[in-house]
């Protein structure tokens, strides 16, 4: 009888793959679509919006979340005075892999005079998963700009704790070709025992980074912390020429995050757009 050989040998999983590129141009007083790129599971939506020259873009996964060995990758182009506002239509949801990471990248050119506002939803943390994700952008000398990354670490509702899995997200944004903010968050291993450590967040499982390089960015600092309480912080240095403020925020749970997020958000994006009729995305409604 000849033995039989085990046969350790794993089938190859089907990976979720995507690109998403589009470009805006201005014509007629507004910000027009100019050239859009979809391949894979990356898809792009436009939903109209009554509010001037602003265009509103949705980045779409229709994998419906991110594992180990997908990749999706966007890049956003705004000619001279446009106004863009990109965000997604829920929260990204970045599962357990069976080996690797998701790979997300994200590349934006922000024109003279351009207005651009980078509003993604939450991004959900499941036990035993892996994600690297990228933003690289550059901003002309007059551009401004909004940006927010949030992450739950794990349902609190489902009684869900995050012990292992990897979490990187780094942040490299340029005007005029220089360097005016880098941000490498980093969480790898017992997620739960990092974020409970002194240096962490004091247990809270939500997080949320706010970014804007706006003029007049300081007179917004007050009315910031005021809503945000003693669940975060605001800063502004002045670099280049121009002023950049920096929102920290930890919340016990993704729901209680965005309560403290949104008057955030939409403070910031209306003096941004300085748009009487325009404060967030729809989607991004409670």
Not at 258 to 270: E, S
Request: charged share 25%.
């Amino acid at each position: 009888m000849i033995p039989r050989v085990a046969d350790d040998s794993r089938p190859s999983m089907q990976r979720t793959a995507g690109i998403g590129r589009f470009s805006v141009k201005r014509s007629g007083g507004r910000t027009r679509l100019a050239t859009l790129y979809q391949e894979g599971a990356a898809k792009i939506r436009m939903p109209r919006v009554h509010a001037g020259e602003i265009l509103e873009a949705v980045l779409i996964n229709t994998a419906g979340g991110l594992t180990g060995g997908d990749r999706l990758s966007w890049q956003v182009d705004l000619e001279k005075g446009t106004a863009v506002v990109l965000t997604t239509p829920t929260c990204e949801k970045i599962y357990r892999s069976s080996g690797g990471h998701a790979e997300v990248e994200t590349r934006v050119r922000v024109g003279d005079e351009a207005c651009f506002a980078y509003l993604p939803q939450e991004t959900l943390v499941f036990e035993g998963s892996a994600l690297n994700r990228r933003l690289d952008v550059d901003l002309a000398g007059s551009a401004s700009a909004l940006f927010v990354e949030s992450a739950i670490f794990g349902r609190q509702a489902m009684g869900e704790t995050v012990r292992r899995a990897c979490f990187a997200d780094q942040w490299r944004i340029r005007q005029d070709g220089r360097l005016i903010h880098a941000d490498n968050l980093r969480f790898d291993g017992d997620v739960d025992a990092l974020l409970h450590a002194r240096a962490g967040t004091n247990g809270r499982i939500a997080i949320a980074t706010v970014l804007m390089v706006h003029a007049g960015v300081e007179g917004l600092v007050d009315g910031i912390r005021a809503d945000l309480g003693e669940d975060g912080g605001a800063s502004v240095w002045r670099i280049a020429g121009r002023d950049k403020l920096v929102v920290r925020i930890v919340a016990e749970s993704g729901f209680a995050l965005r309560k403290k997020l949104l008057p955030v958000l939409l403070r910031c994006n209306k003096n941004l757009l300085g748009s009487p009729s325009y404060g967030l995305p729809k989607v991004w409604n409670l």
